[in-house]
Nanobody
Framework: VQLQASGGGLVQAGGSLRLSCAAS????????????VGWYRQAPGKSRELVAT???????NYIDAVKGRFTLSKDNAKNTAYLQMNSLKPEDTAVYYC?????????WGQGTQVTVSS
């Protein structure tokens, strides 16, 4: 199973980015029963933190710092998860990682850098 993350970049404060996480490999489905899809981020000198989670029923959880600004969604037909990030702040600067926790394993994508300038 491979997770391909993309969509990071440099944006000014107040701007938007959409991160994508595409899953591939055999019959793996991001939408399979029990799968939990999450986006984490790690800022320089800080621990990796869970930012947003989406469950198989489509319900989502967000940390307080991004509530109302970030939206996590899935396109099951494309086996892809998206993190729409609006009203970005300099403190959102980090490397963002997608993750799928599945009965078959715990899978990580490569990081994608998000830099928000003030």
């Amino acid at each position: 199973v491979q997770l391909q993350a993309s969509g990071g970049g440099l944006v000014q404060a107040g701007g938007s980015l959409r991160l994508s996480c595409a899953a591939s490999g055999g019959t793996f489905s991001m939408d399979a029963v029990g799968n939990i899809v999450g986006w984490y981020r790690q800022a320089p000198g800080k621990s990796r933190e869970l930012v947003a989670t989406i469950f198989e029923d489509g319900s989502t959880n967000y940390i307080d710092a991004v509530k109302g600004r970030f939206t996590l969604s899935k396109d099951n037909a494309k086996n892809t998860a998206y993190l729409q990030m609006n009203s970005l702040k300099p403190e959102d600067t980090a490397v963002y990682y997608c993750n799928v926790l599945s009965f078959s394993g715990n899978y990580w994508g490569q990081g994608t850098q998000v830099t928000v300038s003030s």
